[in-house]
């Protein structure tokens, strides 16, 4: 049997978007079987078992094999990014393993990985595995992470000292201190790992990026054209999104937000949501609250439990919010009326898809965009790490499909901020019908005959010319 090998890393954004992925191949050659390596971290990347359990129970030609685990000891490294770096490298051995099993009962046509997978190259070059990657990112961000090596090349100092402008080949002018955040020093080991990677991204037999053409034109013509690598080819581009995880995952149909929901006016409702690791002080939470409270609009906003001041709690679930000792005294009361705080979690598509949501505050983490995107739904950009700030440049000044939510010089965002720009989201038409276009644009990219359906059929004809 043919098979093709899907590598995603730690986080359930990056799991969530390869297995839509697997999904997508398989309504295309469904004689074919998909295995998914996962490593399961001793730490917090967004609970992943009961999505792997779904799908192991609903779509038979997808299954996961799960590489051994490998204890780490959190405190020991300076960032996420660090430990699920130093996780991959130890697990490339059980990589090896894993693929040289499976090829005993199977044929691996392809190994598809992730970014920060990319220590699993060398093991499938060994094994004459063609390596593609899937950037689960947008096209902008894949452009940056192309031209960082010349970047690297060119520049002496870290990018977080500069208080310049960074500019590459089909992107918007970057503030310095706005790049993707593990770039930003030049000293750490995160920027020499994804130096590493980013020097791979053209030694493999193609990228597949969860975007669609007329979202990111500018950059992708930069990709394709070859700006961005300039000493070297660049491998074919394949841009196939938006992949969306739609559909029953946790009963969504049944969470009780969506009943509020559709009981609200036409687009009055903001939503607040910040990613599967968005985390806020308690102080932050406040200010939120008191912005809700004084902007006068409607809401839904997921919370969290703050982060703990313990190193060492760092990377575990942040327990059950305790909503009263969080939010302001009478918030809950005062605004019941018109606003619903929902603990943890709430079924984002499902909720960005009803009638009466009219704004999305996110933290610019890539799946929500697309989500947002799709939806039709302007946002507020509040970025909170990883490449989010870069997302945020590129949605405000790029795309246009949101509008900034602005810090203090602390990084706090005041209640008066908060207020303003859920105002402004609501009532700004400008960015609206901007969005209103990209989601037409979205779903005839992925209707029969669209460039994300083209783009997808010369990823699978790829495979007989290798």
Wanted: glycine content about 6%.
């Amino acid at each position: 049997m043919a098979t093709i090998v899907l590598y995603p890393s730690p986080g359930m954004g990056h799991l969530i978007s390869m297995v839509e992925l697997g999904k997508l191949i398989l309504k295309h050659r469904p004689h074919f079987s998909i295995i998914v390596l996962t490593l399961i971290p001793s730490f917090n990347t967004g609970t992943t078992a009961s999505y792997v359990h779904h799908i192991s129970t609903t779509i038979p030609a997808i299954t996961f094999h799960h590489l051994p685990n490998i204890s780490l000891d959190p405190e020991l490294y300076p960032s996420m990014e660090a430990i699920i770096f130093d996780l991959i490298r130890r697990s490339t051995t059980n990589v090896n393993d894993a693929l040289q099993s499976i090829s005993t009962t199977s044929h691996t046509t392809i190994f598809i990985i992730d970014l920060f997978c990319t220590p699993a190259m060398t093991v499938a070059d060994n094994l004459n595995i063609p390596v593609y990657y899937f950037f689960t990112s947008g096209a902008c961000c894949l452009a940056q992470f192309l031209y960082f090596p010349t970047l690297h090349r060119t520049t002496t100092g870290s990018f977080k000292d500069m208080n310049t402008l960074i500019h590459s080949p089909g992107l918007p002018p970057i503030p310095s201190s706005e790049m993707v955040s593990p770039l930003l020093d030049r000293t750490s080991s995160d920027y020499s790992d994804f130096l590493v990677f980013s020097g791979h991204l053209p030694k493999s037999s193609g990228i597949i990026v969860n975007t669609f053409d007329s979202l990111e034109p500018k950059a992708i013509k930069a990709i394709t054209d070859g700006l961005c690598v300039p000493d070297q080819p660049t491998p074919p581009v394949y841009t196939i999104g938006p992949l969306i995880a739609a559909g029953s995952l946790y009963d969504d149909g049944l969470h009780e937000c969506l009943k509020w929901l559709d009981l609200q006016p036409s687009q009055s409702v903001v939503y607040l949501c910040f990613g599967s690791l968005g985390l806020f002080s308690s102080e932050q939470l406040k200010e939120i609250a008191n912005g809700l409270e004084m902007s006068g609009q409607r809401f839904l906003w997921v919370v969290r439990t703050p982060p703990s001041d313990n190193k060492s709690d760092r990377f575990l679930p942040p327990p059950e919010p305790d909503l009263d000792l969080l939010l302001p005294e009478g918030f809950l009361d005062r605004t019941r009326d018109r606003g619903m705080v929902v603990k943890k979690w709430a079924p984002q598509v499902a909720v960005l898809n009803k009638e009466s949501v009219g704004g999305f505050v996110t933290h610019c983490g890539w799946n929500s965009v697309l989500e947002a995107v799709s939806a039709g739904v302007p946002m507020v950009a509040w970025p909170l790490y990883a490449e989010q700030r870069f997302n945020k440049v590129v949605l405000v000044e790029e795309m246009k499909v949101a509008v900034p939510m602005k810090e203090s010089d602390g990084g706090m965002v005041s209640a008066m901020e908060v207020a303003k720009r859920v105002r402004e989201v609501m009532e700004d038409e400008g960015v609206r019908e901007v969005v209103k276009a990209r989601k037409e644009e979205a779903a005839m990219a992925m209707s029969d005959g669209g460039s994300s359906g083209v783009a997808l059929t010369k990823f699978l004809a790829s495979w007989g010319q290798i």
